[in-house]
């Protein structure tokens, strides 16, 4: 058999077949060479936002070194991630802006205008929506991640904090240290109900197997447990449980069965068994741990600690601290991104923030 040269002799179909099965051989040997090469220089990422230094710090989660530093904006603070636009979000408590990074080359490609400076942020990946909080304000700020323009601006409380979108229950969480815990229906941004919860509520997470809420108050040293649908004369508060000295920030592990609350006031973090009697451990971490992200894949959870300029990590099978990683100046908010997941990364895979807590930072 062979492969016509002349033009007069135009290629068998067998040899047309053997040309082609060439062509997709050489096709999927670069394929596989690009995808390593790109694997290579794209590894499982955490990005840490310094508010007091104006950047992002980038970890290789793998080895747990600092890749690169990017320079972004004035005080960087909470951080959200749409992987299938292969962009990060970061809000600014030092100015009117939402600041966007590329996740293939972690360059600053734009930074969008919005109303007021933002403390706290969240992302819907499916609607490709931003949902960006006021410092130490009242409203909610809605930015469409398309066409990067602010498209809503509401009121919807008095000092609002934490938020948190929920893709299952289509509702935005909200907390506020006056009000407590506010629920926003996702589709017409209306306030749904507002749950009182005493002690200044800060952090939340959503339990997306138990469908609870939990919010921490840093007040009165504990974590409240809240059920979402139950309505008065019933009371929606499941539980409060007794955690260290300032509680900031709470995430909940895959199962449901553990949440890891950030203390503050005596570095350390609460691992508390998410069933009755609610039992405790506590962990000791760097100095003024402020946010907690679990990476669900490999069973890790990071730890912002804003007074020495690390990240904790904790190996969430054991609950042990396995290592410290040395970042910019006051880290505050945490993201997480793997190559695996980009088109379809979990919307809880964001960051929160600031040193301590919102209404007490000072803007520039």
């Known amino acids: 058999m062979r492969i016509a040269t002349n033009r007069d002799d135009?290629?068998?179909?067998?040899?047309?077949?053997?040309?082609?099965?060439?062509?997709?051989?050489?096709?999927?040997?670069?394929?596989?060479?690009?995808?390593?090469?790109?694997?290579?220089?794209?590894?499982?990422r955490l990005y840490v936002s310094n508010i007091g230094d104006g950047s992002i710090s980038i970890v290789d989660r793998t080895d747990r070194s600092i890749i690169d530093t990017v320079a972004v904006g004035i005080q960087p603070a909470h951080i959200g991630v749409i992987a299938a636009l292969y962009r990060v979000y970061v809000c600014d408590v030092g100015a009117s802006s939402i600041h966007v990074i590329d996740t293939f080359t972690d360059t600053l490609l734009t930074s969008i205008p919005i109303a007021r400076p933002a403390a706290s942020l969240d992302v819907d990946p499916a609607l490709g929506r931003i949902y960006a909080l006021d410092y130490s304000g009242s409203n909610l700020q809605v930015i469409d991640a398309a066409s990067n323009t602010q498209i809503a601006d509401l009121s919807i409380g008095s000092n609002v904090q934490d938020i948190r979108f929920d893709s299952a229950s289509g509702r935005i969480y909200v907390t506020d240290f006056i009000e407590g815990l506010i629920v926003v229906d996702v589709d017409n941004y209306t306030v749904l109900k507002t749950i009182p919860i005493d002690g200044k509520a800060h952090g939340l997470a959503v339990d997306a197997v138990n469908g609870y809420v939990y919010v921490t108050q840093v007040e009165n040293d504990s974590i409240s447990i809240v059920d979402?649908?139950?309505?008065?004369?019933?009371?929606?508060?499941?539980?409060?449980?007794?955690?260290?000295?300032q509680p900031e920030w709470v995430a909940i592990d895959t199962a449901g069965t553990k949440a890891y609350v950030t203390n503050s006031g005596d570095g350390t973090v609460s691992v508390v068994d998410t069933y009755w009697p609610y039992d405790t451990e506590i962990l000791t971490v760097g100095m003024g741990p402020f946010y907690v992200v679990i990476d669900h894949d490999s069973n890790f959870a990071y730890v912002t600690n804003t007074e020495d300029d690390t990240v904790s990590v904790i190996n969430t099978l054991t609950?042990?601290?396995?290592?410290?990683?040395?970042?910019?100046?006051?880290?505050?908010?945490?993201?997480?991104?793997?190559?695996?997941?980009?088109?379809?990364?979990?919307?809880?895979?964001?960051?929160?923030?600031?040193?301590?807590?919102?209404?007490?930072?000072?803007?520039p």
Do not use: H
């Open 319 to 363: 609950d042990t601290v396995v290592d410290t990683i040395s970042t910019g100046v006051e880290p505050v908010g945490l993201a997480l991104i793997s190559l695996t997941t980009s088109g379809n990364l979990p919307s809880k895979f964001k960051g929160r923030y600031s040193s301590v807590r919102l209404n007490s930072l000072s803007a």
């Open 10 to 44: 135009p290629p068998k179909g067998e040899d047309i077949m053997m040309i082609w099965t060439r062509i997709c051989k050489l096709f999927f040997v670069i394929m596989t060479a690009t995808l390593l090469l790109i694997s290579c220089d794209n590894p499982p």
């Open 228 to 245: 979402p649908d139950v309505d008065p004369p019933s009371d929606p508060v499941v539980a409060e449980i007794a955690v260290g000295t």
